[in-house]
Nanobody, 114 residues
Framework: QVQLVESGGGLVQPGGSLRLSCAAS????????MGWYRQAPGKQRDLVAS??AGGTSVKGRFTISRDNGKNTVYLQMNSLKPEDTAIYYC?????????????WGQGTQVTVSS
């Protein structure tokens, strides 16, 4: 089993920044993908960004990065907008075919409002 613990959500004004963290523990394979999804009220859960083990950060308004030694993934969110308001979920995917598995964190609320 894999456990994911998220932190860093909260209330921020439009144009502000937040950094989310997600630490994974348990039976983690060397080949895996970690990512962030978000789900706004009444909407489906959508992928924000993902990064494979050993991958380099992907930069944009939202930048995903990871510390492989700590099995931790980060999401740096800048220039936040009200439409970014959602519950953000950390995900870890590992395994192949019938052995593929998805693990989820409990979610962290991000609210962008003045």
């Amino acid at each position: 089993q894999v456990q994911l613990v998220e932190s860093g959500g909260g209330l921020v004004q439009p144009g502000g920044s937040l950094r989310l963290s997600c630490a994974a523990s348990g039976s983690i394979f060397s080949i895996n993908v970690m990512g962030w999804y978000r789900q706004a009220p009444g909407k489906q859960r959508d992928l924000v960004a993902s990064i494979p083990a050993g991958g380099t950060s992907v930069k944009g308004r939202f930048t995903i990065s990871r510390d492989n030694g700590k099995n931790t993934v980060y999401l740096q969110m800048n220039s936040l907008k009200p439409e970014d308001t959602a519950i953000y979920y950390c995900n870890l995917r590992q395994g192949i075919g019938a052995y593929a598995a998805d693990y989820w964190g409990q979610g962290t609320q991000v609210t962008v409002s003045s």
